[in-house]
Nanobody, 124 residues
Framework: QVQLVESGGGLVQAGDSLRLSCAASGFTFSSYVMGWFRQAPGKGREFVSAIKYMGGRTFYVDSVKGRFTISRDDAKNTAYLQMNSLKPEDTGVYYC?????????????????WGQGAQVTVSS
C-alpha cells in the first residue's frame, strides 16, 4: 500500500528552525514530484514547495523563498523541508504529497497521495 509519513514537526519560537521529513513507500518514489502543503486553522490548504523527479527543479511560494529549502533522497525514498527563520504565520499542519506528473505543482489536485500531516507551531 502507498504510504507517506511526515515527521519532525514541533513547537518552536520565531527565528528557530525545523526540518520536516516525508518517508514514502508503495510507489516508485524517484518518478514522482514531491510537494509540501500547509493548512492553518480556519484556512484552506496552501502550497509551500515542490521538487521535480528529474533534474531536481524546485518551486516555492513567495512567502517562504529564502527561508525554506526542499530536497529529496531517492535512495531513501524520503523528501525533506528545511525551514529556517520561522515566523508565527508559518504555523499550521504540514502535509507531504506525491504526484506522478504535474502541469502546475502548486495545485493540490495534481497530487495523488498525501501524508497524515505534521503540526508546526511557531510562537512569537
Amino acid at each position: 500500500q502507498v504510504q507517506l509519513v511526515e515527521s519532525g514537526g514541533g513547537l518552536v519560537q520565531a527565528g528557530d528552525s525545523l526540518r520536516l521529513s516525508c518517508a514514502a513507500s508503495g510507489f516508485t518514489f524517484s518518478s514522482y514530484v514531491m510537494g509540501w502543503f500547509r493548512q492553518a486553522p480556519g484556512k484552506g490548504r496552501e502550497f509551500v514547495s515542490a521538487i521535480k523527479y528529474m533534474g531536481g527543479r524546485t518551486f516555492y511560494v513567495d512567502s517562504v523563498k529564502g527561508r525554506f529549502t526542499i530536497s529529496r533522497d531517492d535512495a531513501k525514498n524520503t523528501a525533506y523541508l528545511q525551514m529556517n527563520s520561522l515566523k508565527p504565520e508559518d504555523t499550521g499542519v504540514y502535509y507531504c504529497a506525491a504526484a506522478q506528473k504535474t502541469s502546475d505543482s502548486s495545485w493540490p489536485r495534481e497530487y495523488s497521495y498525501w501524508g497524515q500531516g505534521a503540526q508546526v507551531t511557531v510562537s512569537s
